[in-house]
């Protein structure tokens, strides 16, 4: 008779749809659209609520694909798993690879405007301070696993929704003194014939998206959900719908409070100024530490659902397997989260935020793309569900979904679409590697449904 050895660590099912959409919400930030706001206004002409209308719609329909998905396959490697099974083995790994950029970027946009943020109040520290100390203290938060980071997001996502609701109160009364337009209701934050762009409303609508992103992060967690089935769609949905309704709130009331789009101090941190309009310097302080609030927030979610990512293609041997090893205290792919503290740090040091940002979403939508294609090929090919409900929701709405991420992708810039390029060429260098030239099969697990 032999002794069994010990059972591997996996990841435990702890989270309910409660803190399921209480991850998502924490990853998207109720105040994502804080640092964004210059870069998107600008970009847009003034157009910052119609390009985040635009990129909810996106987001809602490719929301929507994710939940279908999740209830077939419920584990943690999310669009990839879904591309390489219902797709191809190499498109898979693809989606996967591009996801992780994504995922990659996220906390490092954070650190950045964490650093930027710090120096802004404390000049005489020195930016490599402040991101190494970011990045330190979210890795660590990761390392002692979800329990830990569920209990901080509690009060991170507390904090931020009280800073939005003093906000929009702020600028309510602020408008209605006169401050800025002196309007609470108009149009011109949707259409504006003066300075209406299509062309640089789909760029910023393309920039506007990467503040929605997070609400695909919650798929990352299928298996650390009790009921992934049911919880994962569910939550990716109540989300992305959440979040539209505040950001776009957000942008309309902002871009009437600063009509000017053209004369912000400082683009970076435009909704600083935009506060202290509103609300003086006091709600500017507590807009500044909203925003440290939500920087720190997001990366602890980025990082989370990156490392399950690279868990998830690990474990299936499409990366080194070390990403595949769970802790067996604290249910955290260790390595994982190593690996992402350290690529988190070492970039902060050599990309801007406004390029990361413009560079994210290439991933991001490449992702949602084949997640989209996923619902059409496995539930309306596949599985022939194509009678009344089924055609709309396994056909139409995915397709429309595809169509719409189609367009934004489109008019992604140039820096973007140029990193995304190199990143995508980096990825079918290593597969190419891994196959002895594509002669071999791309690794896929099997995977019963």
């Known amino acids: 008779m032999t002794a069994s050895g010990p059972e591997p660590a996996h ?145 991170m996502t507390a904090v931020m929704l009280g800073v939005v609701v003093w906000f929009v109160a702020a600028a309510v009364h602020a408008l209605h003194a006169g401050v800025g337009a002196g309007v609470l209701l108009s149009t011109r934050p949707f259409y504006d014939p003066a300075t209406f762009s299509l062309g640089q409303v789909m760029s910023a609508t393309s920039v506007a998206a990467y503040s929605y992103l997070g609400f695909d992060g919650i798929s990352t967690l299928a298996e650390d959900a009790r009921d992934p089935k049911r919880d994962i769609g569910r939550a990716t949905v109540l989300v992305c719908l959440c979040c539209g309704v505040l950001f776009i709130l957000q942008a309309y009331l902002g871009q009437l409070a600063w009509p000017d789009f053209t004369s912000y101090p400082n683009t970076e941190t435009a909704f600083l100024d935009v506060s202290r309009r509103v609300g003086g310097d006091q709600l500017m302080l507590f807009v500044s530490i909203a925003l440290v609030v939500a920087g720190v927030a997001s990366a602890v979610t980025g990082q989370a659902s990156a490392s399950r990512l690279l868990y998830g293609m690990g474990r299936d041997r499409l990366l080194p ?61 596949r599985d022939r569900q194509r009678t009344g409900w089924s055609f709309f929701g396994n056909l139409l709405l995915p397709a429309v979904g595809f169509a719409v991420c189609l367009l934004i992708f489109v008019n992604l810039s140039r820096t973007a679409t140029v990193i995304g390029c ?28």
């Open 11 to 155: 990841l435990k099912r702890i989270l309910d749809l409660r803190l399921l959409v209480l991850f998502g919400l924490t990853f998207v930030g109720p105040t994502a659209p804080f640092p964004m706001f210059g870069i998107v206004s600008s970009m847009s002409r003034g157009h910052m609520a119609l390009a985040y209308a635009l990129a909810m719609v996106c987001m809602s329909l490719t929301a929507y694909s994710y939940g279908k998905m999740a209830t077939v396959f419920p584990t943690a490697g999310s669009a990839y798993t879904y591309a390489q099974q219902t797709l191809h083995p190499l498109v898979g790994f693809l989606a996967g690879w591009v996801m992780l950029l994504d995922y990659v970027l996220i906390p490092l946009m954070s650190v950045i405007y964490l650093s930027l943020t710090a120096q802004r109040f404390f000049p005489s520290v020195p930016p490599p301070v402040w991101l190494i100390l970011f990045s330190s203290a979210i890795t660590v938060m990761n390392l002692f696993g979800l329990k830990v980071a569920n209990r901080a997001n509690f009060g």
């Open 422 to 449: 190199v990143w995508v060429t980096v990825g079918l260098v290593y597969m190419g590697l891994r196959t002895r030239g594509f002669r071999n099969n791309v690794p896929i697990p099997s995977f019963s449904d």
């Open 321 to 381: 397997s070390l990403f595949a090893y769970i802790h067996p205290k604290y249910s955290t792919p260790t390595y994982g989260v190593l690996f992402m503290g350290a690529v988190t740090l070492v970039c902060g040091f050599l990309l801007s935020f406004q390029l990361a940002a413009e560079a994210i979403n290439f991933g991001a939508l490449l992702g949602f793309m084949c997640v989209n294609l996923s619902v059409i090929s496995r539930f309306y090919f």
